[in-house]
C-alpha cells in the first residue's frame, strides 16, 4: 500500500470539489486498513474513511491527515445472504442481486457510492432502506484495534442514521456488509412514482422495476450521468425533517396548498424537505453562481463547474434560513463535510 502526499480530492466526489489530502492511500484488503492506521498513528493525524464520494463535501483547503479510501472487493453468497466488501459499486451489487432473482434492494438501484457507505446512511429511497436487509456489519473499531461483527441490531439504524453516523462516528470502518435478501421476491412498489410507473395488476419483475428507479432518478438529476451539469452533485442536499404534528398543524394551516406529509411515529410528521425548499422560494434552477440548485431537483445542489466548498455552504446557509424563516422547520445537511 502506498503513501502519497497532497493529492487532490476533488476528483474522488461526485461533487468535483474539494482541496488536498495531507496523505492518501487506498485499502484493498483488511491488512491495509490496519496498517493505514498504524500509520497515522505514527504520525499523529486523523483518518478520514472515504468511499465513493457520493455523499461527501471537502472542504476547500482539503483535509490534513490521512485519507483512506476503501476499496476491498469481493461478493460471496452463503444461502440467501449475501456478503459485499465494502469498495463494491452499491449499483452494481444491486443487478448483481437482481439478475439472481433476489429482492429487498431492486428501489434502491442507481444510488452512487460504496457498498460500505450504505450502513452509514441508512441509506433508502422508493419504499426501501437498507437497515431492512442488512444482517450484519463487519468493521474495524479503531477503539479496540481489531476486526468486529454487529449485528443489525446493535447499529442503531433509523431514518439516515446509525451508529456510524452518529454517537460511534468514527469508531468503525466498514470493511464488509451482509444482505439479507428474499429469492423470488416480488418487487416493492409502495412508492408514489412506481406505483404510476407500474399501475394495480401489472406484474412488472424485480429487473423492470430497477430499471424504472433508474430512469426516475436520471430524470430527477439524481444519477451520475458523466457529463450531465446537474450531476455534478452529491444528491440529496437535505434530509426530510421530521416535525411535532403540532408544528406540521400550523404549517397546514397557513398554507395555501396541501402539506405533503407522511407519518413518522406517534406524534410526528414528515415532511418533503424538497417542497420546504420550493415553498420557501428557493425553486429548480436556483441561483446565478457557480454552485445553484439543479434544474431536475429542488434537493440536489450542484457544482456548475467552478464551485468552491464554500460556494456550496454559502447556498446551503441562505435555503436553511428561508426555510427555517418561512416554517420554523430546521432542515439537516445530508452530505458528509469534510474540513
Not at 42 to 71: C, E, M, Q, Y
Not at 236 to 245: T, Y
Request: charged share 20%; hydrophobic share 40%.
Amino acid at each position: 500500500m502506498q503513501f502519497i502526499e497532497f493529492v487532490s480530492l476533488a476528483p474522488y466526489t461526485t461533487f468535483g470539489i474539494g482541496g488536498p489530502a495531507r496523505w492518501f492511500a487506498e485499502a484493498t484488503s483488511e491488512e491495509d486498513v490496519t496498517a493505514a492506521f498504524a500509520f497515522a498513528g505514527k504520525r499523529g493525524v486523523a483518518v478520514f474513511v472515504l468511499g465513493g464520494g457520493s455523499n461527501l463535501l471537502v472542504s476547500d483547503h482539503g483535509f490534513a491527515g490521512l485519507v483512506l479510501r476503501v476499496g476491498v472487493r469481493g461478493i460471496r453468497q452463503q444461502g440467501d445472504v449475501f456478503h459485499v466488501a465494502a469498495g463494491e459499486s452499491w449499483d452494481e451489487f444491486v443487478s448483481h442481486a437482481v439478475s439472481r432473482g433476489y429482492g429487498g434492494v431492486e428501489c434502491l438501484a442507481g444510488i452512487p457510492g460504496t457498498v460500505g457507505a450504505t450502513p452509514v446512511q441508512n441509506v433508502g429511497a422508493y419504499g426501501q432502506e437498507v437497515a431492512e436487509t442488512i444482517a450484519s456489519v463487519r468493521a474495524y473499531d479503531t477503539v479496540l484495534e481489531q476486526f468486529v461483527t454487529l449485528a443489525v441490531t446493535e447499529c442503531g439504524f433509523a431514518y439516515r442514521h446509525s451508529i456510524f453516523n452518529t454517537e460511534q462516528r468514527g469508531r468503525y470502518v466498514v470493511t464488509e456488509v451482509a444482505y439479507a435478501l428474499r429469492p423470488q421476491a416480488a418487487p416493492h412498489l409502495a412508492y408514489a412514482d412506481l406505483q404510476r410507473r407500474f399501475p394495480a395488476g401489472s406484474q412488472p419483475t424485480l429487473a423492470e422495476v430497477s430499471e424504472a428507479v433508474r430512469e426516475i432518478r436520471h430524470g430527477k438529476g439524481m444519477l451520475i450521468v458523466p457529463g450531465e451539469p446537474d450531476c455534478r452533485s452529491a444528491g440529496s442536499f437535505f434530509k426530510n425533517p421530521v416535525i411535532d404534528r403540532a408544528l406540521y398543524e400550523r404549517i397546514a394551516a397557513k398554507s395555501e396548498t396541501p402539506v405533503p406529509s407522511y407519518p413518522a411515529g406517534e406524534g410526528q410528521v414528515k415532511l418533503p424537505a424538497a417542497w420546504l425548499v420550493e415553498q420557501a422560494g428557493f425553486p429548480k434552477g436556483f441561483g446565478d453562481g457557480p454552485a445553484g440548485i439543479s434544474s431536475k431537483h429542488t434537493l440536489a445542489l450542484v457544482n456548475r463547474g467552478e464551485a468552491k466548498a464554500s460556494d456550496v455552504l454559502v447556498l446551503a446557509t441562505q435555503i436553511l434560513q428561508g426555510v427555517y424563516k418561512k416554517f420554523g422547520v430546521t432542515l439537516e445537511m445530508e452530505p458528509v463535510v469534510v474540513a
